[in-house]
């Protein structure tokens, strides 16, 4: 176990709460907004921003590329202990290039300066170590100084030319070409070693033996291998990739990460079933939404489009989950048991989320990269409909494949905006919105 401390020469302990931590980051992020200084393709710890955005901005590019008959290469890197060998010279450099100065400035060396640390092994204590690089782990202000000090990657992997998306230390960044191109290992070598010597510099490790490389053909395109080679490290593409907790397979089916979930989730199901007895209704619901229900929400925007016999185990691990609720036995009518529920089933939860982004995205508060992607529906002269709250539809792109097309956001968004009540389109609030949507969907796929 190993226990942290901070020197209190200059600020007293009590000042390093998290509230005080709050305030600053409060302040921080104000300045870095108000003078667009954050990366744009940074989704950690931002508002509005989630790993759910992160993943559905990286995957509707995929899309977009495959639409378009392209390869892509998708390339998620691995650093190690990346949080802690930040060094603070560097940070404080970076933060004073970005305005922070003064009081501030000096305020963030003392929080980052001075701390020690100690093992705990059962009744043994070592002596304190000082802590010389790294922000704190667990710590309010620590997740935002790590982006800071990772902003000018983002410069080096554009320089080759290439697309890319972060969460905190989580980097991934995306090469879409034509089959044609056959100076795609080298390119994509070209970046890892410039990435490379930027992580050296910044007292980074880049671990190739854990970065992976997802090859995804396009559309009526061949499956090809491709493998890239950095410092006498070889990066092999494979069939499929982790990303912010999420598998994704190189045709975008998630059916990896489906077979995952309903693994996990009949496993919970199982160990709530046996003390079922012991609940009441109400706290069956309760624990079933919060351990099961929660797992098929998660990510479930990046589903729109599928199938829905790609869908169809999630469903059915839904319908046991209502059973189970109310205690009946296999093969019971589900439908009902929604209603009574308020359970909207899975194929309306996925629609609910897209709109929830999409709503976001309209009112201007999802992040820009989903702002991006819709644009509303205008008149060349004044009509009632110019008032309607309506999205322009995607246009059908020559040459491109229309039912990869029809998985984009940037499709299906507006596809299904469209048709929500005038009152839900127009909702001046998240709250108003969501109370009109949850009732639409309801009407429409529970009858």
């Known amino acids: ?53 992160a993943l559905l901005c990286v995957t509707e590019a995929l899309r977009t590329a495959k639409a378009n008959s392209l390869y892509s290469a998708l390339i998620l890197l691995d650093l190690s202990a990346a949080f802690d ?27 980052l300066t001075g701390r020690s640390y100690q093992v705990v092994w059962r009744e043994s204590v070592s002596a304190p170590r000082a802590l010389t690089t790294g922000v704190p782990q667990g710590s309010v202000l620590g997740p935002l100084l790590f982006s800071l000090y990772t902003k000018s990657l983002g410069s080096v992997i554009s320089s080759h030319g290439l697309s890319y998306h972060c969460y905190a230390d ?23 070693a410039d990435i490379s010597v930027w992580m050296t510099d910044h007292n980074l490790k880049l671990n190739l033996g854990k970065t992976e490389l997802l090859f995804l053909p396009g559309k009526d395109c061949p499956f090809h291998d491709l493998a890239i ?38 496993f919970l199901l199982y160990n709530i079933r046996r003390v079922r007895p012991c609940l009441t209704q109400e706290a069956a619901q309760v624990l079933i939404q919060a351990l099961v229900i929660s797992r098929l929400d998660y990510y479930n925007s990046l589903l729109a489009g599928l199938p829905a016999c790609a869908i169809k185990p999630l469903q059915l691990i839904q319908n046991a989950a209502a059973r189970l609720v109310f205690k009946l036995p296999k093969f019971s009518h589900v439908t009902p048991l929604l209603r009574t529920l308020h359970w909207l089933p899975v194929e309306a939860r996925i629609c609910y989320k897209t709109m929830v982004l999409a709503y976001g995205a309209v009112r201007g508060t999802a992040p820009p990269y989903l702002q991006a992607l819709i644009s509303p529906y205008t008149q060349r002269r004044a009509l009632c409909s110019s008032t309607s709250g ?48 949850k009732p639409h969907l309801c009407k429409e796929y529970l009858g």
């Open 1 to 53: 176990m190993v226990s942290t401390s901070s020197s209190t020469d200059q600020y007293p302990f009590f000042l390093f709460s998290p509230k005080l931590e709050r305030a600053v980051l409060g302040q921080l992020s104000c300045h870095l907004s108000q003078n667009d200084l954050l990366d744009p393709n940074q989704s950690g710890f931002k508002t509005g921003h989630s790993t759910e955005t």
């Open 85 to 111: 060998t930040v060094n603070h010279q560097i940070l404080l450099s970076t933060l004073s290039e970005l305005g922070i100065s003064g009081a501030a400035h000096s305020w963030i060396a003392s929080y």
């Open 170 to 192: 989580d980097t991934q960044f995306i090469f879409s070409f034509p089959p044609s191109d056959n100076q795609v290992a080298n390119r994509i070598s070209a970046c890892l």
């Open 229 to 266: 080679t950095v410092d006498n490290s070889i990066v092999s593409s494979s069939q499929s990739a982790k990303s912010l907790g999420v598998t994704l397979d190189n045709t975008l089916s998630f059916s990896a990460n489906i077979k995952a979930v309903t693994r996990s989730c009949r």
């Open 390 to 437: 309506l999205l322009a539809p995607l246009p059908l792109r020559k040459h491109s494949s229309r039912s990869a097309q029809s998985k984009l956001f940037a499709a299906l968004a507006p596809q299904w905006w469209n048709k929500l009540p005038h009152d839900a389109r127009t909702a001046e609030s998240i709250t108003i919105f969501w109370r009109h949507l």
